[in-house]
Each structure stands twice: as C-alpha cells, then as structure tokens.
C-alpha cells in the first residue's frame, strides 16, 4: 500500500507564509512526478506546481515568484513554500505523484487526502 500525507496548511494573513509537506510512504520502489494541486470552493482542481525526479520544476503562472516546489527523495517527501499569499490562494491542496510500488512494479497515480490554506485579507 502507498500512501501520501499532506501537512502544514493553517489559516495565515495576506502577505503571509505557509510550508507544505507531503509525505509518501509504503511499498515504494520510485517516485516519478511529484505535484501540487489545489480546489478552491466552487472551482476545478488546478495544477500549481510539478517536479521531476531531477528536479525539473514548473508552475502556474499565478504563484510564479511566491511558490516554491521542492522534494527529498531520500525521505520520499515533498514540499511547497508558499510566500506573499493572497486570499485568492485560499483552496485545499492535494499532492500528487506518480509512483512505482516495489511489490508488482506497477507505476499508479496516488493523491493525499488534502490540506486546507486559507489567507485572509
């Protein structure tokens, strides 16, 4: 069984910052992609930020400057730093990887269970 656990999201004033973790654990072989996502109320579930294994990052244009995506594939764990948050950034994030299990070497698409951000004005 693999598992991913999201951490870190809390209730922060604009101009504020939050650190997210997301933690992978079970019967893992690799990690491939790594990404988060996030839902605000009433809207679609949005890609905000990607890394590779080597990585390669990437981001939606909204965070650009305010995000960073990072990952410790010893600890088979990946971060976001959030900084200069907005209330437009209020939204449940997900983590997402893309993951080989070390017991059939079958590569899946795993999600964690979300964690709630929310920055007032």
């Known amino acids: 069984q693999v598992q991913l656990v999201e951490s870190g999201g809390g209730l922060v004033q604009a101009g504020g910052s939050l650190r997210l973790s997301c933690a992978a654990s079970?019967?893992?072989?690799?990690?491939?992609?790594m990404a988060w996502y996030r839902q605000a109320p009433g809207m679609q579930r949005e890609l905000v930020a990607i890394i590779t294994s080597g990585g390669t990052t990437n981001y939606t244009d909204s965070v650009k400057g305010r995000f960073t995506i990072s990952r410790d594939n010893a600890k088979n764990t990946m971060y976001l730093q959030m900084n200069t948050l907005k209330p437009e950034d209020t939204a449940v994030y997900y983590c997402?990887?893309?993951?080989?299990?070390?017991?059939?070497?079958?590569?899946?698409?795993?999600w964690g269970q979300g964690t709630q951000v929310t920055v007032s004005s």
């Open positions: 997402n990887a893309e993951i080989r299990d070390s017991r059939w070497y079958v590569t899946s698409n795993y």
């Open positions: 079970g019967s893992i072989f690799s990690i491939n992609v």
